[in-house]
């Protein structure tokens, strides 16, 4: 478990538009499906977030309008997204967001990471001990960035995108910040590729978790599930 915060912690979700997002599962999800799972995965993440107690509030932000309005459903924040879309022209956005609420630090946690646990989270925050601190979680190939807590907001700029974990790490050196990198086969798994479902399923089957989305010979189904407790 982790320890207990007196800081203001806050979560900040960025969302793709339903209808643009998972496209590189195109050829396993009709367009239909692919709405359902994004909708999902971002359900699942916020309500997680939302029960994690050191964390005073989650944000999310996104320029699909549907989404916003169910993330409010749930009991988040939401900041609309405007101009070019980029992710990390809409994380400085968000961030400064962050600012104006008094927050000491913020964690950015992308909305596809269905094994995602609240006891993952709890971990990443209890390393949380210095005023210039960074905690990087890189996804499974230790090639992207799947969460990342910086203390204060924006003390790094965001570099998400090609080789996002490297260059996380670069700036927060640079930065002359605190780094700690946690490594979880929960955190480490999002849902991009084809290859990505099939090892979810059967990560999520070795760690006694419900599916989110399940893979049938026959096709896909998707059933949502209510996040862990």
Do not use: C
């Not at 807590?149 to 910040?177: K, Q, T």
């Amino acid at each position: 478990m982790g320890r207990e915060f007196s800081m203001n912690i806050w979560a900040i979700v960025p969302v793709k538009p339903f209808n643009r997002a998972k496209s590189r599962l195109a050829s396993v999800l009709s367009p239909e499906q692919r709405e359902l799972l994004a909708a999902a995965l971002l359900e699942r993440t916020v309500r997680l977030l939302l029960s994690v107690k050191q964390i005073q509030g989650v944000l999310v932000i996104s320029r699909d309008t549907k989404a916003l309005s169910m993330a409010r459903e749930w009991g988040a924040q939401t900041l609309q997204e405007s101009g070019a879309p980029e992710l990390n022209n809409a994380l400085y956005r968000a961030t400064q967001a962050l600012g104006h609420w008094g927050a000491d630090a913020a964690l950015i946690v992308p909305a596809d990471l269905p094994l995602l646990a609240i006891e993952d989270v709890e971990n990443v925050l209890s390393h949380v001990r210095y005023q210039d601190s960074i905690i990087i979680a890189p996804d499974r190939h230790e090639h992207g960035t799947n969460m990342l807590l910086v203390r204060p907001p924006g003390v790094i700029p965001y570099s998400f995108g090609d080789n996002s974990f490297a260059e996380h790490r670069r700036r927060a050196e640079e930065a002359g910040a605190t780094i700690h990198i946690y490594s979880s086969e929960r955190i480490g798994l999002d849902l991009d590729t084809p290859a990505d479902i099939l090892s979810y399923e059967e990560l999520a089957k070795t760690l006694g978790e419900p599916i989110i989305e399940h893979i049938h010979s026959n096709g896909w189904l998707i059933a949502e599930e209510k996040p862990p407790q």
